[in-house]
């Protein structure tokens, strides 16, 4: 078989999907020293009432199965069925990476929740919280994600985008609605909001409860790149990442939402957000073009690079911070939050000092957790509700 260039590079045959629902056990038949036999292959992870998880993998010919989560190891105990077994207790819930090791090799476990993140394919368990059930999927009216595929005239290839759009989106045919482009973090992809941060089903909720302006949310990939440089090396700056989702976020995104759905097209019904990264990015967006955003959420961020702290000199949007009428009069929301137990807080914390002494208007809310969807879930879910209310 001869397969042309132009088919093994075209987009549509690298674009891929994982398998975010329940596995469902089944049944496969091996042979063993006493014969051939049917084995149930079944779920991998269990969360059990008192928060602890039940973990296992069948793998009959491991010397060794060990789990590596949050920093906690856990030697699985090999059964008879060839089933290894174990359990694991977090000190608080949330979404948690789960990684699989096979005689140290690190796999994926096929009947474990399979995600994306760390740029690559990954193992979690939800650990539920009952203090967050905005993440709930509730019996309330639903809204739609679809995702999109546009050209970009600055990466030069077809970009992915997904879309969030209100309950009654495809009903109320003549109602327009305000827009928050909502950025991931390093390492994920667009599909991270979704099917890590619940961003549709916080949404959802909130929008049933009267707490939330009803809005349409898109989420770009972040570490998109022109063609030709994937290959190279991933760096922050000019030509970077940065650059090139700003870029192709004004030229390319943004005149196609507003093309091909019903959005308001004023800087105040547009905003922009996202975590760790895509705060960076955010940043630097809100910094630069608050002509085009009239507010922005840094979760687990700074305005990059103010805050670095480690070039001597004026920093780039330091002239911009200094105009505290203009800026709070452009940005009608510029929203910080962080965990209590993030490495960064003190840059946090600065630049809260920072933008008090200049003038600036800010909201700043420290969460419980460290660098994790636990905080970033909360972030979204108290930034949702304070957007669009000018």
Known sequence: ??????????????????????????????ETPDGEKMIQIKDAVEVLE?????????????????????????????????????????????????DFYIDDALV????????????????????????HDYLLMKDVPHGAIVQEFFKSSVTGKYESCYIYTPPGYQQNLEERYPVLYLQHGGGENEMCWIYQGKTN????????????????????????RKAGDEKAPMR???GSMMGVLKDMLIEDCIPFIEANYRVKTDKWNRAIAGLSMGSLQSGEIIMTRYDLFSAAGLFTGYTYPVMMGRKPGPQ??????????????????????????????????????????????????????????????????????LLFRW
């Open 1 to 30: 078989m001869k397969i042309p260039k132009e088919y093994i590079e075209n987009q549509a045959y690298d674009s891929r999907s994982y398998a975010f629902s329940k596995q469902q056990p089944y049944s496969v038949r091996v």
């Open 201 to 224: 089903f916080i949404m959802d909720n909130l929008i049933a409860e009267g707490k939330a302006v009803p809005m349409i949310i898109v989420m770009n990939n972040g570490m998109t």
């Open 50 to 98: 008192d928060g602890s998880v039940m973990l296992n993998m069948y793998a009959p010919n491991a010397q060794s199965v060990k789990v590596i989560s949050r920093q906690i190891q856990v030697d699985l105990v090999k059964g008879e069925d060839g089933y290894w077994e174990g359990s694991i207790a977090y000190d608080y819930p949330g979404f948690k990476n789960i």
């Open 316 to 385: 780039p949007y330091e002239a911009i911070l200094d105009d505290a009428e203009t800026f709070n009069r452009e940005v009608k929301l510029f929203y910080r939050a962080i965990g209590a137990d993030e490495p960064s807080l003190p840059l946090i914390q600065e630049e809260d000092r920072l933008c008090a002494e200049k003038g600036i208007n800010t909201v700043s809310t420290v969460f419980p957790g460290e660098h994790e969807w636990y905080v970033w879930r909360a972030a979204s879910h108290e930034f949702f509700q």
């Open 236 to 238: 922050f700056g000019g």
């Open 108 to 131: 994926i476990n096929p009947m474990a929740p399979v995600g994306f993140g760390s740029n690559r394919v990954l193992n979690y368990v939800e650990v539920p919280d009952v203090g």
